[in-house]
Structures are given as C-alpha cells and as structure tokens.
C-alpha cells in the first residue's frame, strides 16, 4: 500500500511529472512557481535528466520545442507573465503537433500585477493564447492530490494527441501543502515514430510549423481540428456537487471552487437549494452538463478569482436560457463563503 505524504503542490506537480517519464524540463524562475523548477533541478539530475534554466521564458520554451520534437517527455513550468512570453513558441509547438506539458501558476495580473493566486489567465490558456488557430488541452485542478493525477495522466493526453496540455493552477495551489497519494514511477520509452532524426526502422521525419502553400496550410488546419473535435468528444471532465436538486447552481473551477463548496453548504444550512458544478477540463469546456441543468436551474452564478472570463463558457454553454451572474474578487483576494451566499442571496431576491 502507497502511503500518503504531506507535499507542497509545487512540488507534488514536480514528482508526478517524474514518476510518469519527464526527464527534461526547460524554464525560467518567477513566482509563485518557483519550487516546480527548484524541484526538478535537484531530482533530475539524479535520474539521469536534465534540467536547464534557459536564458528568458522564450529560450526555455523552444528548448521544450527541440526537446520533444526528438521524442523526449518534457515539461515546463511558469506564471502568468512567464506563460505570455511562452506563447509564440506554444503556437509553434501546436502546429507542429508536438507533445509536452506546460504548467501555469497563475498570479494576479495585468502587467506584472502581484503574486498571490488569482485566475486572470482563463482566456489565455483555452482560446490558445498565441497567434494561428490553435487548442491546448487544459486541466484545472482544485486539491494537491488532483493536481498529482492531472499531472501524471496530462503527459499521457499529451503524446496520445500529439498536442501540448496545460496544467492550470494559481498561487495557492502551488504553496499549499496537503497529504498526497502519488502514483509508482510508470516505465516509459522515448520511441516515438514520428519523432526527428533516424533510426533504424525508418526513414528520416521532419517536424515542420511552417506551410507557404495556402492549400496544405489549409488541410493542415483541417487535420488539427479533427483532433480537437476527438478531444471535445473524449476528455471533458467535470465535478458535481449537491446538484441532484439544485435551483441556484455555482459555476467554479480551482481554487475558487474549493471556496464555491463551502459556500454551497452554508447555502444549503439557510434553506437554499444551490449546488455546484466545477468544470475540471476547462478546455474542452463540459457543455452537456449544463444543458442537462437548465430545466432545474433558476440561474447560474460563475464564482472567479477575476473580473469574469468563464463567464462567456457558461453563457456559450447554456444558450442564455437562464440567467448567468457573475462573483469574483480580483488582484489575488481571496473571498469568503460568505461573501457568494451573500451574493447569492441578493439574486435570488431580484429574481424573485
């Protein structure tokens, strides 16, 4: 039997990537993500990896470019402005159809903005981010211990789509410590067929983001989104919680929806029916679930560490059939459970 150990989430990402096969990791310290490349720089080197600071985010991006385009498992890691200079390299990386994972600590933001956790970065990480016409797969996950099994399976995700995953987490999930189960290091082989360089099997592979001809540039995209119906098909993940009867339904994702569950418990012990749906693949968004909720459900409320950017997915979701709120605390505050009942409260007597 694995026994659980108590492990700050930084790190925990760090040994999930690990014992899944990462060997190579490329980035460039900010906070508050600092403990995921501090982490790898001393196991990897253990494990016969590598582990290279690069001189900006932009080198060590493309260096996760070179590295998988030979076929390697790699990762890297960065926070919210970090993930900005990332994204033409991101865009190549898509294009090319290359595997890695890319974990997002996010801080608050514009700008340089501050460092406590916040969700300012949920356009960014599901509309693609950079230039082109592109999807990552993006996991959000809410405890210590699902950012480990989002973690480990993301690398999976990633070589079965040929497509980079983000891992989406904030400041808080990142310096937080909870007792964690973390999966046996699973045997990996760097073998892929597709990958650059020749061996003896095959012939020699190109790996190319480049098209001048408007007609294979064409086909190309056609290719890609294909792939990225198969993903909406098969890897949408949510969590429900207390909806079975719900009226009033929370909309939270991460950290804001660990605040969402307690708020619909103080909810639930004044009376009101609310409940909690929290999208765990925020890219693919989990439509269907809210479909099935609409003819329950008096409104939705979307509860974000921001000024309301999954806001447009509920409403995109639900066709407007009923009303979308929003409540969110911005820069880094955290709110309290209270606040969202408060909230909460106040629109049920409008509504009313």
Known sequence: MVEKQL?????????????????????????????????????LPELGGTFLQGESEIAAIYMVLGASAAGARVMTSSSSPGISLKQGGISYLSGSELPCVIVNIMRGGPGLGAIQGAQPDYWQATRGGGHGDYRLL?????????????????FDLADKYRNPVMILGDGVLAQIMEPVTIPEAKAWQENHPWAVGKQHHRERNMICASYPDVEILEKVNQK??????????????????RLEDAKYVLVAYGTAARIAKAAVKTAREKGIKAGLMRPISVWP???QPFI????????????????????????????????????????GVLPLPEEIVDRLEQLIKEES
Not at 138 to 154: G, I, K, N, S, W
């Open 224 to 241: 890609l989104h294909m792939k990225y119906d198969e993903i909406r098909r098969s890897e949408v993940r949510w969590e429900s919680f």
């Open 7 to 43: 492990i700050k989430g930084s790190e925990a990402i760090a040994e999930a990537a690990i014992r899944n096969g990462c060997k190579y990791f490329f980035g460039y310290p900010i906070t508050p993500q600092n403990e995921i490349p501090e982490y790898m720089a001393k196991r």
């Open 285 to 287: 968004f989990p439509q």
């Open 138 to 154: 993006v996991l959000a996950p809410a405890t210590v211990q699902e950012a480990v099994d989002l973690t480990f399976e993301a």
């Open 292 to 331: 099935d909720l609409i003819p329950q459900a008096k409104f939705f409320l979307s509860v974000e560490l921001c000024t309301g950017q999954m806001i447009d997915d509920v409403r995109l979701a639900t066709g407007n059939a009923r009303p979308v709120y929003h409540f969110g605390r911005l820069g």
